[in-house]
């Protein structure tokens, strides 16, 4: 039985397992497939923002311009002058220029503070505009992108115009912030700057310019040390990396540059308006030029900023144009809320990093909860993109936490369940009945055995009481005396022979029931002339008890089922309290409270062991040793009173009482 089982068990669960193994896969090649598809969303979003901002004009980063087509000029604002700076890009700081020169400005600063008022920029918004311009000046300046700020008598000279201060006086200077709260008087100068060539060196791979001081980090370590599991990628992996990168650097050198026409209102001619206070007394003056304008491009600041800047040529000289964004809220403002609104969010984790450096970890629904420690990031690899175009750079890595079942793996996992459930209840449904059998086949055995000492032993006594008849060896008081044992011995051959062929008809099914009226007095005398002979026989006495009134109850049952279950009873009363020092045999009935009649037959034996009160009841079953029982019997009487008592849809019970052994016969009345 256990080679069968493992014949069975170990196929099964082969497959079991190859098909979870196969169904994990195409879980996981469907969850690429979102992660893919996530990618290319996001991917789409940040270009369509870049390609948005590359479209700007030249002109756009200067606070005032002309409306094109106006004659004479008609002056209108950037629609990067708005404050706070209005934008789709998310975690933007803002705008910034730096001319060929290194003169640092914002389109939302305007040329001065008489310059805003008459643009409808009230003082109290002019020095908030002053606190954004400084720090957008402080951040490229604390990147070295900037040099320090140079004081020259050509600073103290300046035109109202350039130094962007008014020609009004004032007795305080704009106060202002500094990065750690406190305030701080910033001089309304000319921010001028040494070079531009901290821009140079953003996209090389190299220490970035800042590197003299302590760059900035997020604590999580770099790509290569994040701990995932690559057992479902392909070798060619960190080739696609490379083949990535190519492609940015083939990006970077073939991009269009794109030459536009500009027109910028004349400075001088806007400082003399100013100065007549009359903007209607001169005609305003226009600068007319041709620029060229590159792509933009990104790269991540020493201070944990993004930047993203374009190079401008404007007659021959290099102008810088770009934006400061806030590295956090532009990968959330995008990255964040794509993922959370994906079903990949529900099995894995999101790793953004940027050329290398981890920036942040987006963890399985929990995206706002994220990782301080990159020893805390476990799973395997599902997906590892880079965007395309200008961030190229900034690098998306899936790690899947757990695979979701899905359909099939739902169905494989119950037909596992229902496999391996039917396959060990099965095994153990066999084993029992293979215990059974085994123990039927046992019984069987010493059922044949004890029928044929039952057959024998009267047989034996019946052929030596006829001889001896035969012979006349024996006198007429001995005769007498023979002829009983003989009908004794008939008598007891006639019962096991009844037992065993009612035993094969129950084995076939083939119980007819002839099922009539009696009253419980007609039965205990039925009962009393069938049993008393056998007790007088042996010795007993005997006595029936039983009131009026239960005598006048009727019952319906099969008269020769009933006289052959009270046969068995006495006699099995009889072989185990044969030895008792009171041979009384007790024979009742009484109403019970539900109105159901109770035949008992009581005895004053050593009674029945608690333990085998229920198995007396079973086929073949008899107490005791083979080898040591005292008791002769064959083991069916008592299941067949059982199911005989059954078939007359009645019930049997046994109780131990002090002493001896009570059995109860339950019948129920009958009108």
């Known amino acids: 039985m256990i080679l069968f089982f493992l014949a069975l068990t170990i196929p099964t669960v082969t497959l079991i397992i190859q098909a979870s193994k196969q169904l994990k896969w195409e879980a996981f090649h469907q969850q690429r497939l979102f992660a893919t598809e996530l990618v290319k969303r996001i991917d789409r979003r940040y270009q369509g923002l870049i390609s948005h901002e590359n479209d700007r004009p030249f002109t756009d980063f200067s606070f005032l311009n002309v409306i094109s087509g106006s004659d004479p000029g008609i002056l209108k604002r950037s629609p990067l002058s708005e404050y706070p700076p209005n934008s789709n890009i998310p975690g933007l700081l803002g705008y910034f220029q730096i001319d060929d020169q290194g003169k640092f400005s914002t389109p939302m600063m305007p040329p001065s503070r008489q310059q805003g008022l008459s643009n409808g920029i009230s003082d109290l918004e002019y020095d908030q505009r002053v606190l954004l311009r400084n720090r957008l000046y402080r951040t490229l300046n604390e990147n070295q992108l900037i040099g320090q700020l140079k004081k020259s008598k050509k600073n103290d000279e300046a035109s109202p115009v350039e130094a962007g201060v008014t020609s009004a006086p004032r007795t305080q200077a704009p106060v202002t912030s500094n990065d750690n709260g406190q305030s701080e008087k910033f001089p309304q100068k000319q921010l001028k700057v040494e070079s531009q060539a901290g821009f140079d060196m953003l996209q090389e791979q190299k220490p970035s310019p800042g590197a003299g001081k302590k760059s900035y980090s997020s604590g999580l370590g770099r790509v290569e040390d994040l701990k995932l599991e690559k057992k479902y990628q392909q070798q060619a992996l960190e080739s696609k990396v490379q083949e990535s990168l190519a492609r940015e650097k083939t990006y970077l ?231 009983e044992y003989i009908y004794d011995e008939s008598e007891r051959l006639t019962r096991l022979i009844n037992n065993v062929l009612q035993l094969a008809r129950m084995t076939r099914n083939d119980i007819k029931l002839d099922l009539r009226t009696y009253s419980v007095s007609e039965l205990l005398d039925i009962i009393k002339s069938k049993v008393s002979s056998l007790l007088e026989r042996n010795g007993f006495e005997f006595k029936i008890l039983c009131d009026e009134a239960t005598g006048k109850l009727n019952t319906k049952l099969d008269i020769d089922y009933f006289t052959q279950i009270f046969i068995n009873l006495v006699d099995n009363a009889i072989k185990f309290s044969c030895n008792a020092e009171l041979k009384q045999i007790d024979i009742g009935c009484k109403i019970t409270q539900h109105r159901e009649v109770q035949f008992y037959i009581r005895d004053y034996g050593p009674g029945i062991a608690k333990d085998q009160t229920r198995k007396i009841f079973q086929l073949f079953y008899r107490t005791g040793s083979e080898l040591t029982r005292e008791t002769v019997g064959t083991g069916i009487g008592l299941a067949l009173v059982m199911q005989l008592t059954q078939a007359m849809n009645g019930r049997i019970d046994v109780v131990n009482r002090d002493p001896g052994a009570e059995f109860s016969i339950y019948l129920k009345t009958v009108e």
Request: neutral net charge; without cysteine; charged residues 25%.
């Open 253 to 483: 050198s073939k991009r269009v540059i794109r030459k536009e026409r500009n027109v910028l209102p004349d400075e001088a001619s806007i400082a003399a308006q100013l100065k007549d206070h009359d903007p209607q007394t001169d005609e305003l003056g226009v600068n007319i030029f041709e620029s060229e304008i590159d792509a933009y491009e990104f790269s991540r600041l020493d201070s944990g900023h993004f930047v993203l800047y374009r190079k401008v040529w404007r007659d021959g000289q290099r102008y810088i144009q770009g934006i400061i964004i806030d590295a956090l809220p532009f990968i959330n403002g995008i990255i964040g809320t794509s993922f959370n609104e994906t079903l990949v969010s529900n099995t894995s984790d999101l790793t953004i990093a940027y050329n290398g450096d981890v920036l942040t970890v987006l963890r399985a629904k929990d995206a706002g909860r994220y990782l301080s420690n990159i020893d805390a990031l476990q799973g395997t690899l599902l997906l590892q993109k880079r965007l395309s175009q200008a961030l190229g750079k900034i690098e998306l890595i899936f790690s899947v936490n757990t695979l979701p079942a899905g359909p099939g793996g739902v169905l494989v996992t119950w037909l596992s369940l229902i496999i391996m459930l039917v396959l060990g209840g099965g095994f153990l449904l066999i084993y029992r009945l293979g215990l059974k059998q085994i123990k039927l086949a046992r019984q069987q055995q010493d059922f044949v055995s004890a029928v044929s000492h039952e057959l024998k032993t009267p047989l034996t006594s019946i052929r030596m009481y006829g001889e001896m008849l035969k012979e006349g060896w024996a006198d007429e008081d001995k005769r007498k005396t023979y002829y």
